[in-house]
């Protein structure tokens, strides 16, 4: 249809923006087109997306230019970085400058910024309570999404700032599955004691994203907080024996002794989880599974994802 509006989507290669082309392209009654935008346009999952109808755009978020040429004549964009891919906050900010500048730039009507908390709102860096990284920041990959919120609204853009959570697929493909102890048996560990871990499967943060561009102008200007569910790492432990049909054990170590795990991103993982432990009914109360399921009405709980996903979980 001629007449359908284009959603330029950042990371469409990737998890989040993935889910939401899917959702769009899936969808045959959307009013809307999908415009993938990725920096490999010959991947197999670029590819992909081209079969299923989108149209497939180059640009680096690293080059102003790019991304002004890739939202071109768009109607609105999905817009989020990957620290994991560099681990620079900086590098995060300055990407998502050239986002909220070339959103401007093209005229959008409607911006959708895949962001976190800044922590430091709520723990300043002088509280002592957890080491201080790279000099100014308590969880970086949190605290330059949450820093960048502002150049979005700064720039007057009609945005809405979309806070995420957890992915479950961090089970597959992060590292954090069940892992065999020395005593034989598998265990999952978080250094969250029995707090809630707000969490989603990371397609559904694309199609809550969907819901969200659905709804047109009635969430500009807002921030909304989405979840799939709110299980504390027993409860995930408990699910996981289910699915798994062997025990899982649930291991709550002392922040410290997360930090001190010495993988890529130990210190930072550490500080995440314990600023989700020790403002937890924040965290929670910002992530709401009302909206979410409104937003989403296929929305996944933990038990519905475990049963699609349990054999792409690495058992160690």
């Known amino acids: 249809m001629p007449d359908k509006k284009i959603i330029a989507v950042i990371g469409a290669t990737g998890a989040q923006g993935g889910g939401l082309a899917r959702a769009i392209l899936n969808d045959k009654n959307s009013s809307f087109d999908v415009r993938a935008i990725t920096r490999k346009v010959d991947s197999d999952k670029a590819v992909a997306l081209k079969n299923l109808g989108a149209e497939v755009v180059y640009a680096d978020l690293d080059n102003e230019e790019s991304v002004k040429s890739a939202f071109a004549g768009a109607y609105g964009a999905f817009c989020v970085t990957n620290f994991w891919e560099h681990f620079s906050p900086e590098k995060e900010l300055t990407q998502a400058g050239n986002m909220a500048k070339a959103a401007k730039h093209a005229g959008l009507q409607h911006v959708i910024w895949s962001t976190l908390d800044d922590t430091r709102e709520l723990l300043p860096i002088s509280d002592g309570r957890m080491p201080v990284l790279m000099g100014k920041y308590n969880v970086p990959h949190f605290d330059a999404k949450g820093e960048a919120n502002k150049l979005f609204t700064e720039f007057g853009l009609p945005a809405t700032l979309l806070n995420t959570v957890f992915y479950w697929d961090n089970l597959i493909y992060f ?142």
């Open 175 to 316: 590292g954090l599955g069940p892992k065999r102890g020395e005593d034989g048996k598998l265990a999952i560990t978080f250094p969250m004691g029995d707090a809630k871990l707000p969490s989603i499967a990371a397609e559904d943060i694309g199609k809550c994203a969907y819901g969200i561009f659905k709804k047109g102008n009635g969430f500009i200007g807002k921030t909304i907080g989405i979840a799939g569910g709110h299980p504390t790492g027993a409860e995930m432990a408990s699910a996981l024996t289910e699915a798994l049909g062997q025990e899982v054990k649930y291991n709550a170590v002392p922040p410290d002794v997360y930090r001190s795990f010495g993988f890529p991103g130990a210190d930072e993982m550490g500080n995440m989880f314990q600023f989700k432990a020790d403002f937890n009914d924040y965290y929670c109360g910002s992530r709401s599974l009302e909206i979410s399921r409104e937003l989403n009405p296929e929305l996944q709980d933990f038990k519905t994802w475990l049963n699609k996903n349990k054999s792409l979980i690495p058992i160690e």
